[in-house]
């Protein structure tokens, strides 16, 4: 059974703090995204990797850094975590076309 | 720019009856279109897919239709259950990073009466 694994459930952090958000997938997909969830605006992807250490930019990327050191593990990067930065975040892995996404982690910035 | 539309934020249902969820698209190099099913506080899984080379492909109670020169797909649940009270994204994949990039589309909250 596919597993995509986000490091934590929730999380709240304080402005200006650096926050890192971890997600393994078990499946070897060669590709593994990032993105986030606020009401109205459906699902932004944020950064993709196609393979280890590349990365491509996605519709948001301003404020967020990811890394890809292993192909099973992709980190997305707050460098200054901001309110704005409060949002659902989404981790998926895809072989082809269908994702698989990883349960989701609740960030909250105060 | 949103590349992928779903214009009805809501919708309800009663159980037994027909579920059809809308999404319009606007990049004509989108070749294949997924629909994912959302529960509170889990991530999306996949639902159903299609193909650009089809108009319509089914999987139980659950059918998507796809018209390419409206640049239209829907997804029609029946019956609905109780169950299928969940968010619905459409996405689509194409263009320039070919098959390994998905953009979707705003959800639609299916709201199941009983």
């Known amino acids: 059974d596919v597993k995509v694994t986000q490091s934590s459930r929730y999380l709240v952090k304080r402005t200006g703090e650096k926050v890192f958000l971890e997600c393994v997938q078990d499946?070897?997909?060669?590709?593994m995204f990032w993105y986030r969830q606020d009401p109205g605006l459906g699902l932004r992807l944020i950064y993709f990797s196609y393979d280890v250490k590349m990365k491509e930019k996605g519709d948001i990327p301003e404020g967020y850094s990811v890394s890809r050191e292993k192909k099973e593990r992709f980190s997305l990067i707050l460098e200054s975590a901001s309110t704005n930065q409060t949002s659902m975040y989404l981790c998926?892995?895809?072989?082809?076309?269908?994702?698989?996404f990883g349960q989701g982690t609740r960030l909250t910035v105060v | 720019d949103q590349q992928v539309k779903q214009n009805s934020p809501s919708l309800s249902v009663q159980e037994g009856r027909i579920s059809i969820l809308n999404c319009d698209y606007t990049?004509?190099?989108?070749?294949?279109f997924l629909w994912y099913k959302k529960y509170p506080a889990e991530g999306p899984t996949f639902l159903i897919s299609?193909?650009?080379?089809?108009d319509k492909n089914e999987d139980g109670r659950f059918t998507v239709f796809l018209n390419k020169s409206a640049k239209h797909l829907s997804l029609h649940i029946v019956p609905s259950q109780p169950g299928d009270s969940a968010v619905y994204f459409c996405a689509a994949s194409g263009g320039d990073f070919g098959n390994e990039k998905l953009t979707f589309g705003t959800g639609t909250r299916l709201t199941i009466i009983p």
């Open positions: 998926a892995s895809s072989h082809n076309t269908e994702a698989f």
């Open positions: 990049n004509s190099m989108f070749d294949y």
């Open positions: 299609i193909s650009s080379i089809k």
């Open positions: 499946m070897d997909h060669e590709n």
